[in-house]
């Protein structure tokens, strides 16, 4: 699914008007509905629903739902913001049309402003600013969406929450956002809806079809995108039924420092589980004894170190490398793993300490192998990069860097972001909350590295890796829920994951 820019979105909406043809009226009209559904199914017509109008088309929006919502029988009032003098031309005709037969019920702002009060049990339906929003509010606005705030009252906004740009909020400001308790989005998600420190604003996130052009939506390229199961199952191998373990990969896992076993456990289990014919586990000699008890599958290759990754090992005979996780950041250990990543033979996969080796030794980063897969969480990559404002900057220097190494790198999070090194950048739609336990990290590091092994390309194996970890998480939190999850379920849900994309 794609994800488009504000432009990009008016871009769409004039080829829907055009081509199906539809009047943009109508289509503000189907709109309404969707959006009246939607509120209908969360809040009943005994929810007392004050409607605050801005002066553009989300503003028409929001006065199309009011008058929806009035001949549903619910208790209305509607206040739409006309300072300026000006509204446009489908938020005219929408204030026309419920001043016809609801005016008394309609409040229309130009200069004074007599808020009305808002109390627990009310709904505010917030349709002042959507998505062609540029700068923060200010002003009379910003009051208004303070008020809001202070206020006990659901808030469900239209398309975006008021105040909330559509991309870059890198320089808003936080208290002249509403906080939605419910966002309906229009046809697709925006981008900044899936950045973390914006969830506070949009709440509850539900996006409705309004049946924009799908011709349209083909023919406009676009730089993000939704990872949906359809792309994952399209990129699936298939399974040779005389294949063998010699011919379904064999991958080496680095990991493990004494006292962090339990990182190079959860990465070669995962490998195992993402169906790669052999794992081998190099490890300290202190974590033998440990390791040959958990996973009895893996074979070990035991570093002269007891307690560390020491030196580098040849990967002539591997079809991937994992390496980083719990590995530990001595000047030793860094000297061996910027060696074995300069001296590789295979794909890679690089994480965790791997990551804070790098950070620590920014000028090995231009020695990385080119396809290497990278996957730091935010902290990692603002060791890596220097630190970040919020998710925009981060995304968009771990974009420019994927493109700078030819690179995949995944920024993990609840919508983790694959950079491509051609500029594309693919969000997973798989997880939860669950997951954030320690070691989840670990078991993606495995599956990557088991999916390289098995013969994906590595932007492929990064698109199935994260759904296929992200699906596990969430079958896994079905049956256990999201507050007892551990790193080693996510495993063991890895073949109902499997499962569900072969059926």
């Known amino acids: 699914m794609k994800i488009f820019t504000t432009a990009q979105i008016r871009e769409l909406d004039k080829y829907t008007i055009e081509h199906e043809p539809v009047k943009s009226i109508d289509l503000m009209e189907r709109a309404a509905r969707a959006l009246t559904q939607a509120i209908g199914e969360r809040w009943g017509n005994q929810t ?24 549903q029988s619910y208790d209305v009032k509607v206040f739409l913001f006309n300072i300026s003098g000006h509204l446009s031309a489908d938020c005219a005709e929408n204030k026309r049309r419920l ?3 609801y005016s008394r019920q309609f409040v229309e702002v130009t200069q004074e402003f007599d808020p009305p009060q808002l109390e627990q049990g009310m709904l505010v339906v917030d349709g002042l600013f959507g998505s062609g929003l540029n700068k923060p509010l200010a002003g009379g606005f910003a009051s208004l969406v303070k008020y809001i705030n202070a206020s006990r009252a659901d808030v469900v906004s239209i ?9 870059d909020n890198t320089y808003n400001v936080k208290a002249n956002i ?3 308790t419910m966002t309906l989005t229009l046809q697709q998600h925006k981008l900044s809806q899936l950045f973390a420190e914006n969830q506070q604003f949009v709440g509850e996130l539900r996006v409705l079809d309004i049946r924009l052009s799908k011709e349209g939506m083909d023919k406009i390229d676009a730089q993000y995108t939704l990872i949906e199961e359809k792309d994952v199952r399209a990129r699936l ?7 063998h373990k010699g011919t379904m990969g064999q ?35 202190r974590n033998v004894a440990v390791l040959q008890t958990a996973v009895p599958e893996a074979v070990l290759q035991i570093d002269r170190e007891e307690t560390m990754f020491s030196e580098a ?3 002539e005979d591997f079809k991937s490398l994992g390496i980083g996780p719990g590995l530990g950041t001595t000047e030793q250990t860094a000297i061996a793993m910027i060696t074995q990543l300069r001296k590789a033979q295979c794909p890679v996969v690089c994480d965790a300490d791997a990551i804070n080796i790098l950070a620590n030794h920014r000028a090995w980063v231009q020695q990385l ?16 990069e220097g630190h970040s404002a919020d998710s925009y900057e981060r995304l968009t220097r771990a974009s420019n860097l994927a493109e700078r190494l030819g690179a995949c790198i995944i920024l993990k999070g609840h919508f983790s972001a694959l950079c491509m090194p051609d500029g594309h950048v693919m969000f997973n739609s798989t997880g939860n909350s669950g997951m954030a336990t320690a070691g989840s990290g670990d078991v993606l590091t495995g599956i990557l590295t088991g999916l390289l092994a098995r013969g994906y390309k590595p932007a492929d194996a990064s698109i199935v890796g994260m759904y296929l970890h992200g699906l596990a998480g969430d079958l896994a939190a079905q049956d256990l829920g999201e507050d007892s999850l551990i790193a080693s379920d996510l495993i063991n849900y890895l073949p109902k994951a499997f499962k569900r994309l072969t059926d």
Do not use: Q, W
């Open 48 to 71: 007392p629903v004050v409607v605050f109008a801005g002066y553009g088309n989300n503003g028409g929006d929001a006065l199309a739902v009011a008058r929806m919502l009035i001949e």
């Open 99 to 101: 001043m016809e037969k």
């Open 159 to 167: 398309d975006m929450p008021s105040g909330l740009m559509s991309e």
């Open 178 to 180: 509403i906080r939605a």
């Open 237 to 243: 191998l298939p399974r040779d039924a005389f294949g």
């Open 251 to 285: 991958a080496l896992i680095i990991a493990g420092s004494f006292g962090m076993a339990g990182a190079a456990i959860l990465a070669t289990k995962a490998c195992l589980r993402a169906g790669c014919g052999k794992v081998v586990a190099h490890t300290p000699k």
């Open 313 to 315: 090992v040849d990967t």
């Open 369 to 384: 192998p080119k396809g290497i897969i990278m996957t730091p969480h935010p902290l990692e990559f603002d060791r890596l």
